[in-house]
């Protein structure tokens, strides 16, 4: 089936440092996600890609869905404490479901 | 503006015992509801979604169901709780063709 995968598996960074993870998959994805989720929360949705190429920004994140539709980067700028948590990537498989990678998880340094 | 409300928050159940979950929207009409099962804090497993009242769809095999009794309301149900149905559980909507929305989630412990 169709799966994602998503690097690195986690990070340690230090504060003020940039932060950059990806998603690739084998199947092409007509929407890219992103999401991040903080300890006993449900994931929030932070960038959403629609189209190949596309690049987006939302503050300090910027995603871009891959041309080849079968990958996606976020990076992060300037990393704060509140950066935190499970970062996952999504792709759109159907008209009714999304599949979701692993997951990053992304620890700041104070 | 559309939420998602979902409870209880924590839940502790013995081994054995039945389970109900549920999950309710606002602010939207004939959403597509999903439940899913998160281990460990890492990945999120489809368990069930549903795209209207009664048409529910199963992803994996297990002890659980789903139920959708109203078009805003999606409950996820056990008769005999295992061990293995620990977990974080979500429950999640989306307008077809857009990303999806999270509710805050259920943390079941089965003792």
Redesign the interface.
Same mark, same amino acid.
């Given at each position: 089936g169709q799966q994602l995968n998503q690097s690195p598996q986690s990070m340690f960074i230090q504060e003020g440092e940039d932060v950059s993870m990806n998603c690739t998959s084998s199947s092409i994805f007509n929407?890219w996600?992103w !999401?991040k989720q903080e &300890?006993?929360?449900?994931?929030?949705?932070l960038i =959403?890609l629609y189209k190949a190429g596309e690049l987006t920004s939302n503050g300090r994140l910027t995603a871009q869905f891959g041309i080849t539709r079968k990958d996606s980067f976020l990076n992060i700028s300037a990393s704060i404490p509140s950066d935190v948590g499970?970062y #996952?990537c =999504?792709g759109?498989a159907s !008209?009714?479901?999304?599949i979701?990678g &692993?997951?990053t %998880?992304l620890s700041v340094i104070p | 503006s559309q939420t998602i409300h979902?409870w209880p928050a924590t839940l502790v159940q013995p081994v054995g015992s039945p389970l109900s979950l549920e999950c309710t929207v606002e602010g939207t009409s004939n959403p597509?509801l999903y439940w899913y099962r998160q281990a460990a804090?890492?990945?999120?497993q489809?368990l069930f979604?549903s795209?209207g009242i009664g048409q529910i769809s199963s992803e994996v095999p297990q002890n659980l169901s789903a139920s959708r009794p109203q078009d805003r309301q999606f409950i996820l149900s056990s008769k005999k709780l295992l061990l293995s149905d620990s977990g974080f559980y979500?429950c =999640?909507w %989306?307008v &077809?063709? !857009?990303? !999806?929305? #999270?509710? %805050?989630?259920t943390?079941l412990t089965v003792v």
């Amino acid at each position: 089936g169709q799966q994602l995968n998503q690097s690195p598996q986690s990070m340690f960074i230090q504060e003020g440092e940039d932060v950059s993870m990806n998603c690739t998959s084998s199947s092409i994805f007509n929407t890219w996600l992103w !999401y991040k989720q903080e &300890p006993g929360e449900g994931p929030v949705l932070l960038i =959403a890609l629609y189209k190949a190429g596309e690049l987006t920004s939302n503050g300090r994140l910027t995603a871009q869905f891959g041309i080849t539709r079968k990958d996606s980067f976020l990076n992060i700028s300037a990393s704060i404490p509140s950066d935190v948590g499970i970062y #996952f990537c =999504a792709g759109r498989a159907s !008209y009714d479901k999304v599949i979701f990678g &692993p997951g990053t %998880s992304l620890s700041v340094i104070p | 503006s559309q939420t998602i409300h979902q409870w209880p928050a924590t839940l502790v159940q013995p081994v054995g015992s039945p389970l109900s979950l549920e999950c309710t929207v606002e602010g939207t009409s004939n959403p597509n509801l999903y439940w899913y099962r998160q281990a460990a804090g890492r990945g999120l497993q489809l368990l069930f979604y549903s795209v209207g009242i009664g048409q529910i769809s199963s992803e994996v095999p297990q002890n659980l169901s789903a139920s959708r009794p109203q078009d805003r309301q999606f409950i996820l149900s056990s008769k005999k709780l295992l061990l293995s149905d620990s977990g974080f559980y979500l429950c =999640a909507w %989306s307008v &077809p063709g !857009y990303g !999806y929305t #999270f509710g %805050s989630g259920t943390r079941l412990t089965v003792v």
